[in-house]
């Protein structure tokens, strides 16, 4: 409770409790707002702490099971601290324009991605030293305008599993393809916004850069840990095989130490034989040298 406590507190600090003009509200968030003060609704910081509390376990459970979530935030408050979240626990992110298609034409933006790494890569390594300058300046120029477009979600491989939207009012678009291909949402509502849109909706304000950081910060702090969990099972998984290893590796130089030495027994077992038979084969042949001798001696006496 104490937490809760301190939370909200720094909630209300930061100014996540400020809404639209009364005038400009969605009447869908009438459960989320606290009060109207000169005209400005006033948001319920404890549905805040809940949903907030709410998402931060889902994301985390996302980010435990190895799957990418994708930072969404173009407006200018939100643009530095989505890309510092984002790079902090390594997922990725889109702080320009949004491109139409991004997700619901994802092979063809991989496209892209893969043009501007390969003109990256050949900068680098020399590869364009015999074209003209003219040639390379112009290159250099929209590998430029592709990274600053695309540069956030170079290393996605595939469609992410979830998508957090700054202000989905102004994110309308990814959120409409997030709906469309099932993705799931969670974004920051204002009191002008539907909060029905998203899958995890955080009642906040979303135009002050002071809320959107203290949010941000507290969601990318629930991925960080779902993250170090998920390296954690890896490497008690590791020191399990390790040891399973040694044990098979163990048993088997005993079974190979066991069957030298039988092998070694029964070798000694057919050398003894061996000697045994020239043994018993050269008496018989002194005996049958014998009778023949005793044949020749009456021979010889006749002559």
Same mark, same amino acid.
């Given at each position: 409770?104490?937490?809760?406590?301190?939370?909200?507190?720094?909630?209300?600090?930061?100014?996540?409790?400020?809404?639209?003009?009364?005038?400009?509200?969605?009447?869908?968030?009438?459960?989320?707002?606290?009060?109207?003060?000169?005209?400005?609704?006033?948001?319920?910081?404890?549905?805040?702490?809940?949903?907030?509390?709410?998402?931060?376990?889902?994301?985390?459970?996302?980010?435990?099971?190895?799957?990418?979530?994708?930072?969404?935030?173009?407006?200018?408050?939100?643009?530095?601290?989505?890309?510092?979240?984002?790079?902090?626990?390594?997922?990725?992110?889109?702080?320009?324009?949004?491109?139409?298609?991004?997700?619901?034409?994802?092979?063809?933006?991989?496209?892209?991605?893969?043009?501007?790494?390969?003109?990256?890569?050949?900068?680098?390594?020399?590869?364009?030293?015999?074209?003209?300058?003219?040639?390379?300046?112009?290159?250099?120029?929209?590998?430029?305008?592709?990274?600053?477009?695309?540069?956030?979600?170079?290393?996605?491989?595939?469609?992410?599993?979830?998508?957090?939207?700054?202000?989905?009012?102004?994110?309308?678009?990814?959120?409409?393809?997030?709906?469309?291909?099932?993705?799931?949402?969670?974004?920051?509502?204002?009191?002008?916004?539907?909060?029905?849109?998203?899958?995890?909706?955080?009642?906040?304000?979303?135009?002050?850069?002071?809320?959107?950081?203290?949010?941000?910060?507290?969601?990318?702090?629930?991925?960080?840990?779902?993250?170090?969990?998920?390296?954690?099972?890896?490497?008690?998984?590791?020191?399990?095989?390790?040891?399973?290893?040694?044990?098979?590796?163990?048993?088997?130089?005993?079974?190979? +130490?066991?069957?030298?030495?039988? %092998?070694?027994? =029964? @070798?000694?077992?057919? *050398? #003894? &034989? !061996?000697?045994?038979?020239?043994? +018993?084969?050269?008496?018989?042949? %002194?005996?049958? =040298? @014998?009778?023949?001798? *005793? #044949? &020749? !001696?009456?021979?010889?006496?006749?002559?």
């Amino acid at each position: 409770m104490e937490n809760n406590t301190s939370l909200q507190q720094q909630l209300l600090d930061a100014g996540v409790h400020f809404g639209h003009l009364k005038k400009k509200w969605n009447p869908k968030m009438l459960p989320y707002i606290f009060a109207e003060k000169k005209g400005i609704h006033i948001i319920d910081l404890n549905k805040t702490v809940e949903c907030l509390q709410e998402t931060a376990a889902v994301m985390k459970q996302i980010a435990r099971s190895g799957k990418k979530i994708l930072f969404v935030g173009t407006k200018k408050q939100a643009k530095d601290i989505v890309s510092e979240c984002a790079k902090r626990v390594n997922m990725p992110f889109v702080t320009e324009r949004w491109l139409g298609g991004m997700l619901t034409n994802f092979n063809t933006v991989r496209k892209s991605v893969k043009k501007m790494q390969s003109i990256e890569k050949m900068l680098g390594d020399g590869s364009f030293d015999s074209i003209t300058k003219k040639e390379r300046l112009t290159l250099s120029r929209d590998r430029d305008k592709m990274d600053k477009v695309l540069g956030g979600i170079a290393q996605l491989g595939r469609v992410p599993a979830a998508l957090f939207i700054i202000d989905i009012g102004h994110e309308h678009i990814a959120l409409a393809e997030a709906k469309r291909l099932g993705i799931t949402t969670f974004g920051l509502v204002d009191t002008n916004c539907d909060p029905n849109k998203v899958d995890f909706a955080i009642p906040a304000n979303d135009d002050a850069t002071k809320s959107i950081a203290i949010l941000a910060n507290y969601l990318t702090a629930a991925i960080a840990e779902g993250l170090a969990e998920r390296q954690a099972a890896k490497d008690d998984d590791t020191d399990e095989t390790i040891d399973d290893d040694k044990e098979k590796s163990a048993a088997r130089m005993e079974a190979e +130490a066991q069957a030298e030495a039988a %092998r070694a027994r =029964g @070798g000694s077992r057919a *050398g #003894g &034989r !061996g000697t045994n038979a020239p043994g +018993a084969g050269g008496q018989r042949r %002194r005996t049958s =040298g @014998g009778g023949a001798g *005793g #044949g &020749r !001696g009456p021979g010889g006496g006749r002559r």
